[in-house]
């Protein structure tokens, strides 16, 4: 059987143009979050599988990749479900893990705790544009603090990360949970019926306001209802006068709390940010994930399409694990998006070290290479990036494509000429 060239699909090789383009952004995010207080942390790529089944995950625990038991462990004759096959399985986020690896870890971390996180995903999805099976992910959280100082960091952290890149223009969408639960009380909705009503008004964006009215009555929820839900959305404005409306629309249903922390969100984010950006109250936001508890947001980019980016507060995720619950809120972006985005406008990756090559001639004598060599640790040494190769015999065509490299001083070296150097 011939063994095959091309990658599993919905995973992909890394040409070296992409490459120099994540390393850098790599940096980037690590260099501007570890300045906004964010620690490096990292976990294992492959979870206990009752840990990424425990139906917070939403959707994506149908998209899990799972692990079958090894050697005396695993029994497939004998086997009468699944959980006598399987034990483990690739992490679908970096939320999950992280919440396992704190509370095995709480004692030995400070509180509040602010981590970073990047690393590799998988999930068993359908590629497409800016989607993969496999897949970078980066996450900052901060657990143990209640306030909504968290939620502001969080957004002022990512929003200069996306000014430091050259993204402009872009909306941060911001919703709370206890919005969604109190405008459907305030409706009429039975309370076992929110996620369903949750489910179809996410959809707004794709199916607009009729469609979702239509969805919800053939859901057989009642005319009344649904007119008086959707009626809120056309009251509702999209900035800090839109919270005080709900505020004041849904008393006895909205914590006063919830509509004070949003207010204050908005307004210290708009007076402290660094990045040219806008962020707006969106009441349509749901976000997919269960495990949600208050503070919701999103990355709108208008040049993708879609979101690259989102997160929210989930408190009692943690408890799960320790049985006492602790605050906790993060902030993804999608950074496959964003370096598919840069990749198709073109982005040049900003450098102060200058690259410079050294094309040997054929049959070079020992002492002309060591020559060479002396010469490429003295440029190495003085900060640039030095690369020594065999001259061709189309020479033209190779200095060619060291130039597209970005090797903007090419040295041609012969052994009758060697000691010019």
């Given amino acids: ?45 492959v979870e206990h599988i009752e840990n990424l089944c425990s139906k917070q995950g939403g959707d994506n625990e149908k998209l899990i990749f799972k692990i079958l038991k090894r050697g005396e462990k695993l029994k497939i004759d004998t086997a009468q479900t699944e959980s006598d096959l399987v034990d483990g399985g690739l992490r679908y986020d970096l939320t999950v893990p992280l919440s396992r690896y704190y509370s095995n870890n709480a004692n030995d971390l400070p509180s509040p705790f602010k981590a970073l996180q990047m690393g590799n995903v998988w999930r068993a999805d359908r590629p497409q544009r800016g989607r993969f099976r496999q897949f970078m992910q980066c996450d900052i959280d901060i657990l143990g603090e209640p306030g909504n100082l968290a939620e502001i960091e969080l957004i002022l952290a990512t929003s200069t990360l996306l000014g430091k890149l050259d993204f402009r223009n872009f909306t941060i969408r911001i919703n709370d949970r206890r919005f969604l639960k109190a405008m459907a009380a305030y409706s009429g909705f039975k309370e076992e019926d929110y996620e369903n009503v949750f489910i179809i008004l996410d959809k707004m964006d794709k199916i607009g306001m009729d469609g979702v009215a239509s969805e919800l009555e053939e859901c057989g929820y009642e005319k009344e209802s649904v007119e008086k839900y959707l009626q809120l959305f056309k009251e509702i404005t999209n900035n800090v006068e839109g919270v005080r409306y709900c505020k004041e629309k849904l008393e006895g249903f909205l914590p006063d709390e919830a509509a004070s922390s949003l207010e204050m969100i908005i307004t210290s984010v708009e007076t402290a940010r660094e990045a040219d950006f806008k962020i707006s109250f969106d009441p349509t936001l749901v976000r997919g994930m269960s495990y949600y508890t208050g503070t919701i947001f999103e990355i709108s980019m208008d040049e993708f399409g879609g979101s690259v980016g989102g997160g929210g507060r989930y408190d009692e995720m943690i408890g799960k694990f320790t049985g006492q619950n602790t605050p906790a809120v993060g902030f993804s972006i999608g950074f496959e998006r964003i370096v598919m985005l840069l990749l198709e406008r073109g982005y040049q990756v900003p450098t102060s070290r200058s690259k410079k090559a050294f094309l040997i001639e054929k049959n070079m004598p020992q002492e002309g290479m060591l020559k060479v060599l002396s010469l490429a640790k ?21 200095k060619e494509q060291l130039v597209e490299q970005g090797y903007e001083d090419i040295v041609e070296c012969y052994r009758d000429s060697i000691n010019e150097l």
């Fill in 1 to 45: 059987m011939a063994l095959k060239k091309k990658p599993v699909t919905g995973m992909k090789d890394m040409m070296p143009a992409e490459m120099e383009i994540r390393d850098y952004v790599i940096g980037l995010i690590k260099e501007t979050y570890k300045a906004f207080g964010f620690s490096s942390i990292e976990t294992p790529c």
């Fill in 378 to 398: 003295e440029e190495r040494a003085a900060g640039k990036q030095v690369m020594i190769v065999n001259m061709k015999k189309n020479k033209k065509f190779q």
